[in-house]
Structures are given as structure tokens and as C-alpha cells.
């Protein structure tokens, strides 16, 4: 057999995944190649080897290998084959957990490769260096590198590496916590791997969707594809493969409570990375059966494997493997009811979590998913030193998990000096700042099941903490958030009211005593929220207090608690932390002067048009009266005109259409769209859009359906348009929580405009302005006047320093 022949068996062997017959073919070329003294051709048997080796999990007789074609290529000033060798020895060098050597040479690869040319070679090289990234838990450096691979694969043709990003750039999106993307990205991949008959891609496609959906928890899809994962790496002999099957089938029946059949999977995992040399396979494995005997009450065990994984996630420099040894060992300390030292653990585990969202640097949507895939720590943190009888750590413990991303972009927002940046980390300095400044009683909330904790703050006064109970139903999934939609629905807020659906519905109250809330009614669908987190603070509260600051997490945020306390001022704040931050917030930074008012936006031109809203109109113009300026209404009230002026003003009001899902509003198309028909993108207001403007409003009234909707997490709070108003800068939001009435609504903003000119303050007038709906006798039921919902501080408006926007942008 010729040189030729061999070369070409070789390459067909390995391109079938039959690996020890092109290691054969290979040989023979080696040997050939020496005798001939054929240094070019020997260099590529060498390297050819290698890749073999590789493919076998054999990565030491690879590194070998590679090594010696690294060598040769310098020698005969073979750039191509050299940058080929830095990015096998890399990828090597990543296989045995080595992620700082891998990074080195597939760096290398990256510069000779954009050197002469070679945008195969570039793109190889970015999808490894992603890939490293990714092992140290880096996701926003692999997603950076994995779409520049994936735009040079798409550029040259290269199916094989399209379908390698899609894969990289899943995982990564499965590590912040976007399974839904993640499974798009997968299932991308699996498609091109089957169309170019790559088996060993496609069995790292099904092993990547069996994890994503372990990931939502659909473990018996999990299974599925995991099961052809394995079949496929048992085929064609690639060891690391099937030990990843291995111990992503282990995490799944664990998920389904057959713990037996878990440790056997993990165990044979743990087996195969020990022989192939995968450290970061061994300390998955060690994890993943320290969670198994755990589950078994086999505690001792359990914190045994446990200490291996942290041992070895330290090694490698695996900060999220690191994170999760923290907190998997905080787990079985706090099962055995040594809380103590699972403090002690949890504070750890935070502190990696923390380390690793601060690499997504400015990226909003992956730091709120990755925060939330890891609440289970930050909530474990606090409930043990409840546990404890630390409750002021505890408070400290639950603020420091609260609205991350919000104070993130508060600082970068407002500019803040690096000691208040500090400030942030620390919230024991933060609270007792908060504290010395707080001209308002509140209340801190959390929940674990039905129990409820309350924290009440006051002026220079010691932290006070209170225990609750909320009586709903266990069996759902959250009860707290379906006992709220069960009360929304008694009171008739999810419907879309009119004003002729107005009833008898009675608001006296009952029960009043010295110093203490009126009780609500007997029949408010509302009061089970009164009794479990107002009740237990209820004798710290006195006469003298008319307003109350609250900071909810998760559905409580959608609380509609002005019809809890019909007798107090309300205000909400997603976090104390991002309350102080707007505190602080640069003398002058909030502007006094400019008005927008934006009513009734065009939305004729939509595939599915809009209904006109001239309640909606009116109320804009009514305004607009007091400030003796012209409103945006109609076709005027363009996407582009809106956002065009919103970051001039110190007051914006929008009366429009809003998605009941998020908040995000609809205004008049963009003129000059390229389809038939407008794009979401040339007419809603999103909150990528707003969170881009640079706000300077002092106060923002969103008088939209659902204005306070958003996605409900329980670490960031309720995510949607009124968060993303306050991200940008403004200092307060008034927002609706479900739909509002037309008739209903025009009167409240006329009563609210008409005492904030009076002088009141924004909460005084949301107050007074609910009173006097409640007291009507056309909108008396609370699902007219209760959807209104002050976020952020409290703040004033100058009526006479308000200037008309169309004539003074600059003020």
C-alpha cells in the first residue's frame, strides 16, 4: 500500500470514529515517513496519531504525540501545522482539566492562524478557547468566542464547526441558566451532526439535551437522550462521551428518587475518569454521589465525596464546581442540623456564585438567570442562620440576594464612587446606613413554604424580626403567588373592568385599636396577606404612622398591598440595597424640569391592529393642561420619538397598551418598516430599550395594563418594564398591576396630578387618590382603585419648573 492509500484510509477510519484502525493506518505512515526522512509527512502521521489518541481518551499518548508534530513544524517553518498542533495540545491539555495550559496554546493557534489566513483555523481555535472558558466557568468569554466560531463556520461553509458552536453556545446558556435556549442551540447541533454523519458530535448533542432537560426538570426526556448518548460513545469507543452519559443519567434518576441506580452511573463514571485522566469528570462524579448518599441519610459518606469534588474543583480552578461543593456540604451540615457550620459553607458557596457573576460583567439578562439558578444557596444562607437565631444576619444574608442586577446597573446608572461600589457587598454598612435615614417604618419580607418572615425597620432603632404564617395550598407549586391569583380573581382585577360592573362591595373597617392598623374587612379576598405579613408587626406600628415601605420577593412583588393597609401610605422597593443606591444618587441627577406625556399611540398599521384608547387620550391632554404642554398622542407617539425624548425629562407619564406578560408597552410604529407589516422591534417598548435611555426622571407613571407584570423570580424580584424604568435611572415608578378601567383611571390620574401640583408627595397623592375612588360610588370595588403600585423613593414635582418638552429638550 502506498503513502497515498494510507493517507487516505487513515482519514476515512477516523472520519467513521473508528479510531484504532486509523491509529494502525497511521503507524504505518509514521514509519514510512522516517524511513524516507520525509519530515513534513512525518509531522502529520504524528499529529494524526494524536487526534486518534484523543479520541480515545487516551490524552497523554496524545499530548506525546503532538508534541513531536509541534517540534517538527517549527523545525521545517510549517506555520499552519504548527498553529495545528498548539490547538491539539490544547485541546489535550483541556481534556485533563489543565484549563490555564489549554488557554496558552489554543491562544497560540488563534495568532498563526489569523497570521496566514486561515479562518478554518480561526474559527477552531475561538470555539476551543470558548470551550476552556467555559470549564472555568466563564460563560460570557465561551459566548463571545463560540459566535465568532459560529460566524466563521457559517462564512466558509464549515457544517461541522457551525454545529460544534451551537452545541458550546448551549452549554453555556444551560450554565446561566436559559435551558430553553440552550435546548435550541442543541437541538441545532444535533440536526447538522446527523446531516454530516459526525456520530461523535451527535452523541455530545444528546448527552448536551439530556442536561438541558434535566435542567427544567423533564427527567425522563433526560434519560432518552442521555441512553443514545451512551449507545453512541460505547460505539465508536469514546470514553470521556460515556462518562459523561454515565453521570448525567446518575443526576437524573437521582431527580426521579432511585438513588441506587444513581450511585452505579456515577460510579462508573468515576471509574472512567480516573482511567482517562479527567479530573473535572472525577470531581463531577464525587459530587454527584455525595448528593446520592446524602439523599440515603448516609451523611458521613456523602460529606466524604463531597470534600473530594471541593479538593479537586480548586486544583483545576472549577469556581462553579467549587461553589457547588460549598453549598452540597452546607446541605448535609444543615441535615444534620449543625447550622452553624452550614453557614459557614453557604457563605462560601455565595461567595464563588458572586465571583462568577461578576465575570458576566454588564449583561443583564444572564446575571438575573444565573442568580436564579443558584437561589437555592443565597436561600439556604439565610434560613440557617434563622436557624441559628442569628436574625440579623439573616436579614444581612436574604438583602445580599436580593435584586443583584438592579444595584449592579444602579451604580454604573448614578455613577456612585467605589465606596458606596463597596458599600454594595456589604450590606451590615448598607442597612445601617439605610437605617439612619429612613424617615419610614419597613418591612423586610421573606418566605420559606407558608412561613413568613418579617424584619421591621425603623430610625435608629434595633432591627425587630417576627415570624408569620400564610395560609394557602400546599399543593402548588407556589402557593403564595396561586393564593394571589385566586384574590385577583375574587376582586374581578383579571378581568378587564368597566365601569358598570361596580357593586355594593363594602370597605369600612373593623376591629380598629390604640396604635394599631385598622383590620382589613371580613371579606377581603386580600386579608390572608394582611394576617400573615402585616399582623405580626402590627403593635410596632403606631398612630403616627402613615406610610409604609415595603421590600417583597418573588409574587409578593405583584401584591396589590394598598388594599392590604387601606389606612397607610404605600411604597415598594425591590431591595434595601437598591433603594440606598437611589438615595444616594448625585445631587441634581433627577431632573426638575420637562414633561412627556405619550397617550393613545396608533396601532392601526399592526398584522393584528389595536384598539384606539380615547379615555387614554384625554387623560394625557388633561394633563398636559397642568403643565400647559402638548402631548404625544396618536401617530406622533412613535417608538423613535418616545425614546428620543425620554432621556430629557424630569416627569414621564404613558397611557398606552401593555403586555400582560411583561409590562412592555406599545406605542406608534417607527415609519419606514421593511415588511408588510410593522416589527415587535419598530413599536414596542421593550425593556432593553428603556434600560439603554440614561434616564433622569424624578417619576415615571406607566397608566398601562399590567404596567407591573414581569417575570417572577425570587432573587431579582418582578423583572419587567417597571424594573428596567428604574434600572435606567428613574427614581420612581407608578405602575398598574393588571388591567386597568378607562373611567376609572382618568379620574385617579386627574386626583393624583391635581396633588402633586397641591405639593403633595407621589405616595401621599396615590393615597389620597385611592380614598377617594374607594369612597365613590362608581369605582368603590377594589379592582378599580387598588392596581396602582408606587416603586422607588418618594419624591415631589415642581410644577412651575417644568418646562413644555417639544420647546426646552435641553432642560
Known sequence: MDDQELISHGRDF????????????????????IESGDRDKEGAAYRNLGSAFHSLSDHRKAIVHHEKALKIAIEIGDRGGEGRAYGNLGSAFQSLSDYPKAIEYHENALKIAIEIGDRGGEGKAYGNLGSAFQSLSDYRKNIEYQEKRLNIAIEIGDRGGEGGAYGNLGNAYDSLGDSQKAIEYHKKHLK??????????EGKAYGNLGNAYQSVGDYRIAIEYNEKALKLAVEVGDRAGEGRACGSLGSAYRSLGDYR??????????????????????????????????????????????????????????????GEAYHNIGNVYSS?????????????????????????????????????????????????????????????????????????????QYKLPTSL????????????????????????????????????????NKVAFRRGRIEADTSERDPIQALLQSSLEKMGAEDRVRSDRASEFSMEARGEGPGKLPLPPLDNPLKPFYDAFIDPVNDMLGPQDDELLIVPNGALGLTPWAA????????????????????????????????????NPCLKELKRPLDDLPCAQEEVEMIASFFNTRPLTGREATKAEVMKRMSSVGLIHIASHGNARTGEIALSPNPGWASKYPQTKDYILKMSDVQAANLRARLVVLSCAYSGRGRILKGEGVVGIARAFLSA????????????????????????????????????????SMKSLRESEEFSEMKYWAPFQLIGDDVKIEFEAHDDVNTNEGN
Open 261 to 322: 441506580k444513581a450511585i452505579d452511573y456515577h460510579k462508573r463514571l468515576l471509574k472512567i475518569a480516573i482511567e482517562i485522566g479527567d479530573r473535572a469528570g472525577e470531581g463531577g462524579a464525587y459530587g454527584n454521589l455525595g448528593n446520592a448518599y446524602h439523599s440515603l441519610g448516609d451523611y458521613r459518606r456523602a460529606l466524604e465525596y463531597h470534600e473530594k469534588l471541593l479538593k479537586i474543583a480548586k486544583e483545576i480552578g472549577d469556581r462553579a464546581g467549587e
Open 729 to 768: 435611572g428613574a427614581r420612581s415608578v407608578l405602575v398598574a398591576l393588571w388591567a386597568i378601567d378607562d373611567g376609572a383611571t382618568k379620574v385617579f390620574m386627574k386626583s393624583f396630578y391635581q396633588l402633586l401640583r397641591e405639593g403633595k408627595t407621589a405616595s401621599a397623592a396615590v393615597h389620597q
Open 421 to 460: 461600589s463597596a458599600a454594595q457587598t456589604d450590606t451590615k454598612a448598607t442597612i445601617s446606613l439605610l437605617i439612619k435615614e429612613l424617615s419610614t417604618p419597613t418591612i423586610f419580607l421573606a418566605t420559606e413554604g407558608l412561613t413568613v418572615y418579617i424584619w421591621f425597620l425603623r430610625r435608629e
Open 192 to 201: 447538522i451532526a446527523r446531516e454530516v454523519g459526525n456520530l461523535d458530535g
Open 336 to 412: 444534620l442540623e449543625q447550622f452553624e457550620n452550614a453557614v459557614d459553607y453557604f457563605v462560601s458557596a455565595v461567595d464563588a456564585f458572586n465571583s462568577l457573576r461578576s465575570l458576566l460583567k454588564s449583561q443583564d439578562n444572564w446575571k438575573v438567570t444565573f442568580r436564579e439558578q443558584h437561589e437555592t444557596t443565597y436561600t439556604a444562607l439565610w434560613r440557617s442562620l434563622i436557624r441559628s437565631e442569628k436574625f440579623d444576619e439573616a436579614l444581612f444574608a436574604a438583602e445580599q440576594g436580593r435584586a443583584q442586577t438592579l444595584s449592579d446597573n444602579l451604580l454604573i
Open 564 to 599: 392590604v393597609i387601606e389606612s397607610m401610605r404605600i411604597r415598594t422597593v425591590p431591595s434595601l440595597t437598591s433603594y440606598q443606591l437611589i438615595l444616594s444618587a448625585p445631587e441634581g441627577y433627577h431632573k426638575r424640569t420637562g414633561v412627556l406625556l405619550v397617550g
Open 14 to 33: 477516523q472520519s467513521l470514529d473508528d479510531y484504532q484502525k486509523a491509529i494502525e493506518y497511521q503507524e504505518k505512515r509514521l514509519k514510512k515517513a
